[in-house]
């Protein structure tokens, strides 16, 4: 695999607000880019609805699906990835930016991505990307405008400052900057684009390709989306937190008790902390990730927490791993109001016990933990919070283990054992079988004794997916799930499916069920699943469900009793996390732009 950067810029000869007002528009690139045909939203999103979808269709007849995944108006910049495409840029992420030229009233577009292709690939990706989309895009946008106004486009003036371009491409029009892959040498003078480094160096490309060939040459028959654990689990919302008693008689908090937010020292470049609140008495200094406001992973900043000292029921932990799950992008983009920024998200950690307040018998000081609930807060050096939601870590279960597996690990041990408690000899299905919870349901149905068919959206995840323990893997790019389920079973279809997909998969589940059949409904990766009539399940008297973490996991007493069947799962070698990345606590951002841009396997840890 290489990483590619891919930048490009442009002067339009429009004002910035007018630029913006169309670059907004996240349905709007039908009205100006020569290779957009049609576009629309789905579900009939707003058009500047942070983590809505555009599916859209270039004039060959391609089909591609995008999503909003930031939009920043102060800063006129939106971040976007690709969900579908007919040509194979994994991990691709792009933003878009205008800058108003100090010049004249003149606007400097930049437009940026990564992705990651195979290394073969990497020279006539970045080349395609280079002049077919951003290219394209500028020159179209220099027109749009130019026909829009009374002045005639102009060549580009030279960037704002602070900005830098490399040598133009020898032709008329716009100036724009270099395209290679990571590690490939730059014009002398020519700056890298400002992106989150990726945890591990690419490998260069440094022969030269043939000429990129045309969106439609790129395009994979049968392509479908891409399933991903964009909600594995059921998020508890802020009024069910409320109506949830906890030991110690917290409540809902968006975060440690008296949470304080500092500026911290000397940030990163580019980074910016942020300051609210004041510290508390007894409070001690953490550094932290701090969300500043709702956005995409670049509102990730530095910062510091001013940490309570434990109250009542409660205790204070110092945190060595840090798990990273979907929920926390949807705290930080504001999609469940879990989090008010400036605040840190995060729901999911292991450490070590530093102090316990009053009434806390089964914590000590010393004493190795993890927990994964709400409140939010678990991105940070320390934290303060209520003693039942934490758990004593045997001594033969390490901390990134721990990090890694806890709410993944709880959730398949109350789907397997609770929602449906599966026996053996059933057949079940697991949709998004390569993702975090996907592996340890296969894992762990196939050493109860079922038969385990997962789908997957490529043949990697299939290989995964295979090694733990589905029997049958079904490539939706290939083949119909419905069809391998009803050809393994003889017609009879499957015991109980779990399904983390939603909207694109929910009918077809009940589809395949087998007659008293059970569709566990637990996640929605590709949208809610809607409104069904009920009375049509009776043709299959099929039981549906769709099961809420925190109602499984509110209870004390019960949350050990699970705990120690996950444990004891791990300790026999039933379940094994695989730990797909790992980056230390400061890169929380490029964490989250590599989880949306569903360039993560299995399960993400921060190490602190």
């Known amino acids: 695999m290489a990483t590619v950067r891919v930048r490009r810029s442009a002067v339009v000869d429009a004002p910035v607000a007018a630029v913006w007002a169309l670059l907004r528009d996240f349905n709007a690139h039908d009205r100006w880019h020569p290779a957009v045909a049609a576009s629309r939203m789905e579900g009939s999103q707003p058009v500047d609805r942070v983590s809505g979808v555009r599916a859209f269709r270039l004039r060959d007849g391609a089909a591609l699906r995008e999503r909003l995944i930031a939009l920043d108006d102060r800063a006129r910049r939106l971040t976007y990835t690709i969900l579908d495409a007919p040509m194979p840029l994994d ?126 040459r790129w395009a994979a028959p049968g392509a479908e989306r891409e399933e991903s654990d964009m909600e594995i689990f059921t998020v508890v919302r802020r009024a069910e937190i409320e109506a949830t008693p906890v030991r110690g008689g917290r409540g809902s908090d968006d975060g440690p008790r008296a949470l304080a937010v500092t500026r911290a020292p000397e940030p990163a470049p580019g980074r910016k902390a942020v300051t609210a609140g004041r510290a508390p008495p007894g409070a001690i200094e953490a550094e932290a990730v701090v969300v500043e406001r709702h956005g995409g992973p670049e509102v990730l900043v530095a910062g510091r927490v001013m940490v309570p000292p434990p109250g009542p029921g409660e205790v204070r932990l110092r945190q060595t791993v840090v798990g990273v799950n979907y929920i926390d992008v949807y705290c930080r983009t504001g999609y469940f109001d879990l989090l008010k920024p400036p605040g840190v998200p995060g729901m999911e950690a292991a450490g070590v016990v530093l102090d316990v307040g009053p009434g806390v018998t089964h914590l000590s000081p010393g004493d190795r933990v993890a927990y994964a609930c709400p409140p939010v807060g678990a991105y940070a050096v320390a934290r303060t919070m209520d003693a039942g939601l934490v758990l004593r870590l045997p001594d033969d ?204 396997v299995g399960s993400t840890v921060l190490t602190v």
Request: glycine residues 10%.
């Open 91 to 216: 991990g691709y992420v792009a933003t878009l930016s205008a800058t108003p030229v100090t010049d004249g009233d003149r606007t400097f577009l930049e437009w940026e991505s990564r992705f990651d292709p195979l290394a073969a690939d990497a020279a006539r990706l970045a080349r395609l990307v280079a002049e077919d989309i951003y290219e394209a895009g500028l020159a179209a946008l220099q027109r749009h405008f130019s026909a829009a106004g009374s002045r005639p486009a102009r060549p580009a003036a030279p960037p704002p400052a602070g900005r830098r371009e490399s040598a133009a491409l020898g032709q008329p029009g716009p100036r724009f900057t270099d395209a290679s892959p990571e590690g490939a040498a730059r014009p002398a003078g020519a700056e890298a684009p400002v992106v989150p480094a990726a945890p591990t160096a690419a490998a260069a490309v440094a022969a030269e390709e043939p000429e990129a060939a045309s969106l439609r």
């Open 397 to 600: 279960i390490d901390d990134e283990t721990a990090a890694a597996v806890l709410l993944k690990g709880l959730t398949a041990e109350f789907l397997l054992h609770q929602v449906h408690a599966v026996r053996p000899g059933e057949v079940v299905v697991v949709h998004a079988a390569a993702g975090g919870v996907g592996l340890l349901l296969c894992q762990w149905a196939k050493a109860l004794g079922a038969a385990v068919i997962g789908t997957v959206s490529t043949e990697e995840k299939a290989d995964l997916a295979r090694r733990a323990g589905a029997d049958l893997v079904a490539v939706h790019a290939r083949e119909d799930f419905v069809d391998v389920v009803r050809e393994a079973t003889g017609g009879r279809g499957a015991d109980v499916i779990y399904d983390a997909i939603g909207r694109d998969s929910f009918a077809r589940s009940l589809s395949a069920l087998a007659l008293r059949g059970h569709l566990v409904s637990y996640g929605q990766a590709s949208g809610p699943v809607g409104s069904h009539d009920v009375a049509g399940w009776a043709s299959r008297s099929a039981t549906v469900s769709r099961p809420n973490y925190g109602h499984y996991t509110s209870d004390p007493a019960g949350l050990r009793v699970m705990a120690d069947r996950l444990f004891a799962a791990l300790r026999a070698g039933i379940v094994s996390p695989l730990i797909g990345g790992r980056l230390p606590l400061a890169a929380a951002a490029e964490a989250h732009a590599r989880l949306e841009a569903r360039a993560t």
